[in-house]
Structures are given as C-alpha cells and as structure tokens.
C-alpha cells in the first residue's frame, strides 16, 4: 500500500480493522479532538486552564478513531500539526484516552501519521516540546533532543524528528491483539 494517496486533493486516510488515525474531518471529530485534550492537559494534568491557543486556527488536527462494528465513533487519541514558516513544522497536544495509553501504539500511530503528513506537505524540519517524562519514548520513534526547559512550571524537551525514518511503522495497525489483552 502507498504510504500517501492522493484522493481529491486529500490524503488517504490510515485504516485498519478497528483503528482509523486520519485528520479530523467531522464536525464530531473535531468535537471530540479538543474534548479529549482538554480532558488530558486540563482536567488530568492541570497544566493548562484553557487548551485551546492560537496555534489551533492554522493546526491540522490529526485523531486516531477506534472502531465499533466496523464504523469509526470514537477519538482516543489526538495531535495537532502546524507550520509556522515554510518547512518547519511542530507537532503538539499529543495525547491518548487513558483506557488506551499502556501499549503505546495509539501514539506511536499519531507521531508516525503527523511526522509523515508533514514530509508529505513539504517539512524539511519537525520539532515538538515534550514533557520531559515522554522524552524517552520519543528517542524510541527517532526523535532527538535539542534543548530542556521549562514550560507551564513543568520540565520539557524540544525534540526533533529524524525526518529520514519516517513513515517509521506502517500506517495499518490492528488493535484486535490489544483489545483481546483487556479482557482477559
């Protein structure tokens, strides 16, 4: 399967028998892309009052959809992309449902669909600011750290993608084993 496919204008979206990470295109996508990060970073981790910034007006929202009977009707996890001069993009509000965040695939599945959909938009560099907790899960997807600081009163890294190894994973993955695991 090509990595991007070009349909209409729009890329192709990532499917799999019950996990959809593709950027949001509903009105409830879009619904549930910020509920969902406003439940991590303002109710959980309380690092934000507000979530919403003005990186939002220019950010693709990317969603990963869980699947019931065959039909996406869920967001579980979410990340934003954004340029803010020619060739740089960021990557950030990467979060995942709690229920969901044990195995790492669902935001594996994000970085690796937001980092491939920049290249494919013209990236030539992508930084983020990690919390410093996540930074080395993020060494783990090819990332590299170039600088710590403070951010909200909270330790972080701004890392940078090693753009030549993505798509690092393919962009179909099943989450029958996962789902399997739970309710054993």
């Not at 979206?13 to 593709?22: E, G, M, S, T």
Request: a neutral charge; proline letters at 4%; glycine letters at 6%.
């Amino acid at each position: 399967m090509n990595a991007f496919a070009l349909v209409d204008d729009q890329f192709a979206p990532f499917r799999a028998d019950d996990l959809l990470v593709k950027p949001a295109s509903e009105a409830w996508e879009r619904r549930a892309y910020f509920a969902l990060r406003r439940a991590v970073f303002s109710e959980e981790q309380q690092l934000l009052a507000q979530d919403r910034d003005a990186h939002d007006f220019q950010a693709i929202a990317i969603v990963a959809l869980a699947n019931n009977c065959a039909v996406a009707d869920r967001v579980i996890g979410a990340v934003r992309i954004y340029q803010p001069e020619p060739g740089l993009w960021y990557g950030g509000r990467l979060c995942v449902e709690r229920a969901y965040r044990r195995h790492g695939l669902i935001g594996t599945a994000l970085v690796n669909e937001a980092v491939s959909r920049a290249i494919e938009l013209g990236c030539t560099r992508f930084l983020a600011t990690v919390q410093q907790a996540n930074e080395t899960y993020f060494h783990g997807l090819h990332w590299h750290t170039l600088e710590h600081l403070e951010l909200l009163g909270q330790p972080h890294a701004l890392m940078q993608a090693d753009l030549g190894r993505y798509p690092f994973m393919p962009r179909q993955v099943s989450l029958l084993p996962l789902k399997a695991r739970r309710h054993d």
